[in-house]
């Protein structure tokens, strides 16, 4: 089991996104003079003064979306969601914990750029598996961008006749910084959407492997072809578990739900899970959360618990390098 999840994790390390490369070609490569992020919180989007973009090219749902599909389920079905947050595996939990600190930020940035959420929360996860700090060949951090592709998406962002900027937001930091590097790759999904896609696949195949990863139908619509597959595959293996995070944010947004969660901890972190609770204080809670999983002798093997104590070893160092502690 250990040697499995390693094998994943060293993979979604080594996976370098080309596609969002592609999209930038004819962008001069920069330097990255930066190569640990600047001590600052994540700054979750300020949505309620910002003009969401033009949502015609919302290929999906946003998380509000399904969390209104959620809304108009019975009592019982709506008990089963919660409780289906108590039967994680080993690696879902670990992953949930990764997720957590970032949701609010994902959320606020899919509703902005009119996104599919659950397609881009698949693409962070098969790219960087939530992962801050991770770097693959020339791409870094949760997006995995590469220098170009920075490069374009920072132009975008900057181009007050674009509409890609949130009011009153500036992008400083450079792309270890989770909050740069989600804002920039969702600049490049959203330009990814805009393109004549058939579908969410097309749309993801654009985004991380280029054109060369799809291929025009007689009326011009792009579909995936035989060289984006691959991709699609990895992608793909990430919707169980982006499916239970999307179900612990839509627990966190109601509260009376929160009765059904088991364990104390993640009890008091729906709680406490919303829009605003991103960044430190949510990875500091995630090190308390795996604590006292690892100190479970009988629910979990001594494998097991040393795998949720070397994740609070990963969340430590996160913190060290991203705000200086």
């Known amino acids: 089991m250990k040697q499995k999840l390693e094998a994943i994790?060293?993979?979604?390390?080594?996976?370098?996104?080309?596609?969002?490369?592609?999209?930038?070609i004819g962008c001069a490569t920069v330097e990255e003079n930066i190569e640990t992020p600047s001590k600052t919180e994540i700054n979750v989007p300020v949505t309620e003064k910002a003009i969401p973009m033009n949502p015609v090219y919302l290929t999906g749902k946003t998380l509000d979306d399904r969390f209104?599909?959620?809304n108009k389920l019975g009592s019982e079905q709506q008990a089963n969601l919660a409780k289906g947050l108590n039967n994680l595996s080993l690696w879902d939990t670990i992953l949930l914990s990764r997720y957590i600190p970032v949701d609010g930020t994902l959320k606020n940035l899919s509703s902005f750029y009119s996104t599919d959420y659950?397609?881009?929360?698949?693409?962070?996860?098969?790219?960087?598996?939530?992962?801050?700090?991770?770097?693959g060949g020339e791409g870094k951090g949760l997006g995995q961008l590469t220098p170009q592709s920075e490069k374009w998406a920072r132009e975008l962002y900057n181009d007050k006749t674009l509409g890609y900027k949130f009011p009153g937001?500036?992008?400083?930091?450079?792309?270890?910084d989770p909050?740069?590097?989600?804002v920039l790759s969702s600049i490049l999904f959203r330009k990814a959407a805009e393109e004549k896609v058939l579908d969410l696949d097309?749309?993801?195949s654009v985004y991380s492997q280029g054109f060369r990863a799809v291929s025009p139908n007689k009326d011009g619509i792009y579909a995936t072809n035989n060289l984006g597959t691959d991709a699609l595959k990895r992608k793909k293996t990430f919707e169980p578990i982006a499916d239970k995070m999307i179900a612990f944010s839509w627990v966190s947004s109601k509260p009376e739900l929160s009765k059904y969660l088991e364990d104390d901890n993640l009890k008091k972190i729906a709680l406490a899970n919303n829009d605003k609770y991103d960044g430190k204080p949510a990875y500091e809670d995630m090190i308390k959360f795996l604590d006292s999983i690892s100190s479970n002798k009988d629910k979990y093997t001594d494998e097991?618990?040393?795998?949720?104590?070397?994740e609070t070893a990963n969340i430590s160092n996160w913190l060290k390098n991203l705000y200086g502690k």
């Not at 994790?9 to 596609?19: E, F, H």
């Not at 659950?118 to 770097?135: C, F, G, H, R, W």
């Open 202 to 204: 097309a749309l993801y």
């Open 68 to 70: 209104k599909e959620y």
């Open 169 to 176: 937001q500036e992008i400083t930091n450079n792309t270890l």
């Open 179 to 182: 909050y740069t590097n989600l």
């Open 9 to 24: 994790m060293k993979r979604g390390k080594l996976l370098a996104l080309t596609g969002i490369a592609a999209l930038a």
């Open 304 to 310: 097991n618990r040393k795998m949720f104590k070397d």
């Open 118 to 135: 659950k397609e881009y929360l698949q693409s962070v996860l098969s790219a960087s598996i939530l992962d801050p700090m991770t770097i």
